[in-house]
Structure formats: structure tokens, C-alpha cells
């Protein structure tokens, strides 16, 4: 029961999710904005009329539906904001002193290697648009993990075998460009 529950909870956020992305393709950030508030408001006033009629009819006095809503403290406090600020400042901070060490051949095999990476996503950024790729990764997300689970020792097996070759290659160009020896870690 509960990976039943697990999976529509999963299978609704991959579809409301995908949706979105499938909108963007069509139609401007701010439209879809526009729409999907226009949507959420059209509900809310809708039950609240709803509920206001139900009262009316049935003498009752329960007051707004959304009371508890209203009520609830949504406010960030400033050590929450601080703590996300930190983690924020951390993450950007590290990545600009990984891509000064690679700009600035700080190892001459990682530069390499990201100048290779860079050449590839430029053939990449030739065949798909950045909402094509983002889709391709929530579909990714959402199926990647039932097909490792099914496959998980051929998937592993191959891997093996990839990473062996990777290796077996970036072994033998760092033996033949001098000074690109790796320093043991």
C-alpha cells in the first residue's frame, strides 16, 4: 500500500511537472505564470463560494474554509534565511574556485578534460534548447531509478567496464604530455 501511495504521489509530480515544462515550450514564463495562478485562484474562489453557499443552506456557521490557512506563520525567520544564505555563499564560492583552478591550469588533465567536456556540450547545445534538456532530465529522474533497480548488475557491469577504459586511456595520455603526471592524493 504505502509504494502504491509512493508511486501516485510520484507519478503527480513527474506529470504536473512535465506539464509545466511542455507549457514553457509553448508559451512565455510570465503566460504560464499568469495561467497556472489564474488556475490555482479560480479553485480557491470557487470552494470558498462553494463552502459560503453550503453554510447558507445548511444554517451552519463554520466560518471561512480557509481559516487555519490564514492563520498559519509562513514567515522566514532570519536564521533560516541566514542558514540558506550560508549554504548559497558555500556552493558559489567553491564553484568559482573549481573554475578559476580549471581556467587557470591549475591541473593541466582536469583542464583538459574540461575542455573536452565543453567541446561536447557545444555539440549538445547544437541539437537541443535548455527546456529540452531540463525535460530529458525529469524524465530521467523519474525513470532512471526503476531501470537501475531492474538492471542494477548489467548497469554496473558496463560501468565497470567504461570506467576501466576512461582510465586506461587517461593513463596513457598523461604518460605522454610532460608535467601532466597526477600528484598522488
Known amino acids: 500500500l504505502s509504494t502504491f501511495i509512493h508511486s501516485k ?45 453550503l453554510q447558507a443552506v445548511q444554517k451552519t456557521d463554520e466560518g471561512h ?20 544564505a550560508d549554504k548559497i555563499l558555500l556552493y558559489t564560492n567553491t564553484c568559482m574556485k573549481e573554475l578559476r583552478r580549471l581556467f587557470l591550469v ?6 583538459l578534460k574540461f575542455a573536452v567536456l565543453m567541446w561536447l556540450l557545444t555539440y549538445v547545445g547544437a541539437l537541443f534548447n535548455g527546456l529540452t534538456l ?14 537501475y533497480e531492474k538492471h542494477q548488475t548489467q548497469i554496473d ?12 586511456v587517461v593513463g596513457k595520455i598523461q604518460a605522454k604530455i610532460p608535467g601532466a603526471k597526477r600528484k598522488e592524493e
Not at 106 to 111: A, N, T
Request: net charge neutral; aromatic share 12%; charged share 10%.
Open 9 to 53: 504521489q510520484s507519478g503527480a509530480v513527474f506529470s504536473s511537472v512535465l506539464l509545466l515544462l511542455f507549457s514553457l515550450t509553448q508559451f512565455s514564463v510570465v503566460s504560464v505564470g499568469a495561467y497556472l495562478a489564474l488556475a490555482a485562484l479560480s479553485a480557491t474562489i470557487s470552494f470558498r463560494i462553494y463552502k459560503s453557499v
Open 157 to 168: 557491469q558496463y560501468v565497470g567496464l567504461i570506467r576501466t577504459q576512461v582510465n586506461s
Open 134 to 147: 531540463l525535460i530529458l532530465a525529469v524524465v530521467s529522474m523519474f525513470t532512471m531509478p526503476v531501470v
Open 65 to 84: 474554509p480557509f481559516k487555519a490557512y490564514l492563520e498559519m506563520e509562513i514567515a522566514l525567520s532570519p536564521d533560516q534565511i541566514s542558514k540558506y
Open 106 to 111: 591549475q591541473d593541466l588533465v582536469d583542464s
